[in-house]
């Protein structure tokens, strides 16, 4: 069965979306022995054979640290940049608000060949105790991942974000933007700033897009980059790993509303590109065309021009 997803390393280059569609292998939910369920995420793992996860459970409460800690992760992330910072909510938006879960599969890097692989389409697992045509979000993370230390987790959460307010799928779009994404809940605000890329340079990037792209634009709409401490929830604040750190770990984000202004903006960018580039269908093909480039980039500096019309006072 042909699923549309795609792959991340965690500091990796270029990925092979093509081939990755190709080797595409069908998670069965009958796979895995165990579920873990933090509000509508469910975790499915495994404590034995190839997929294992980390056996530690330093609380004695039968669920591994590692298990616990993806999905508090995830939690984090919906609860920072949904709730706290306005971006759209997967579950509630046009695209994928019929989606009562968001599933998350762990499965050994040998086989998931990726840190994390997020689906752009909502998935059918049928899993026994699912009412009939039960839909499900979803993403995979490698059992390599610890979450105290990777932010692989949140970062697919950020493309689930994307996925779910517009097909655009070019990767200096997707991946520059997840990128910039992990500091949300990792240290610091704002990571490596670089000469800042121009087309047709900027559109054969990916990960490194965030450097020579986002995070500039980022530095120079918000030079204070807080997230409002008073829009924190307590739970979020006080959510903290199995070692003991805090899941949030500071209240620094630089750039965050011009990503929600720009992810808002691709919502409408993307039915004019439909319209004029003649598209019948969002195939992967189009999703990920570089017609699609100049629509992208136009709605980038069109927020981003909006937003320097705007007194800061009104900027939130
Ligand atoms: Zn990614």
Redesign the pocket.
Known sequence: MHQKK???RSKAGV?TVLLLAVMACHVHAARFAHEYRLGRIRIFYDTTGTNAVDAADANRNGVPDQVEDIAKQTWAAHSLFVETLGFPDPFQTERFRSASFLDIHLLHKSILRFN?V?YDELQRYKRPGDSPGTLSLCFNVATSVKAPANLTPA??F??LIQYSISYFKN?WY??GT??WSEKALGTGGLGKTGPKAEPPALFKMS?DASEKFWNPLAAADDPVGTIPEHLVSAGLKQLTYSTGANVLQDFKLTGWQLMRDVLLELNKADKVAFRELGYDRWSEQNQNSEKNNPYILRAVMDVCAARRKQPPSARD
């Open positions: 795609h792959g991340d990925l994390g997020a970062h697919e950020f493309h990767a997707t991946e997840a990128r990960y």
